[in-house]
Nanobody, 120 residues
Framework: QVQIVESGGDLVQPGGSLTLSCAAS????????VAWFRQAPGKEREAVSC???????FYTASAKGRFTISRGNVKNMVYLQMSNLKLEDAAVYYC??????????????WGQGTEVAVSS
């Protein structure tokens, strides 16, 4: 009864925009940090962004200036707004939660992923 579901993945052209959603079931995000990761075919999973339990956002260098992480008006939703998408952004995107964004600590719950394809 406790789970995370990602949605919003789609096929977009380079330079396009897309917003991904992460929905919590059986709990709410208000006491958790929520992060987005991605994994492209043949590559390792990498962190993209994290929003802290205090709403402080963090971004990797590739995401900064193009992506925005935010919480919804309801406590069970977190979004990742992506703009100026590049070919290297194509991947399966995952949502995960833990107590804080500190990368030294493990994430406790993961979603199943949503695929973002970027092609001209």
């Amino acid at each position: 009864q406790v789970q995370i579901v990602e949605s919003g993945g789609d096929l977009v052209q380079p330079g396009g925009s897309l917003t991904l959603s992460c929905a919590a079931s059986g709990f709410t995000f208000d006491y958790y940090a929520v992060a987005w990761f991605r994994q492209a075919p043949g590559k390792e999973r990498e962190a993209v962004s994290c929003i802290g339990e205090d709403n402080t956002p963090f971004y990797t260098a590739s995401a900064k200036g193009r992506f925005t992480i935010s919480r919804g008006n309801v406590k069970n939703m977190v979004y990742l707004q992506m703009s100026n998408l590049k070919l290297e952004d194509a991947a399966v995107y995952y949502c995960a939660t833990k107590a804080v964004c500190d990368p030294r600590y493990d994430y406790q719950l993961w979603g199943q992923g949503t695929e973002v394809a970027v092609s001209s």
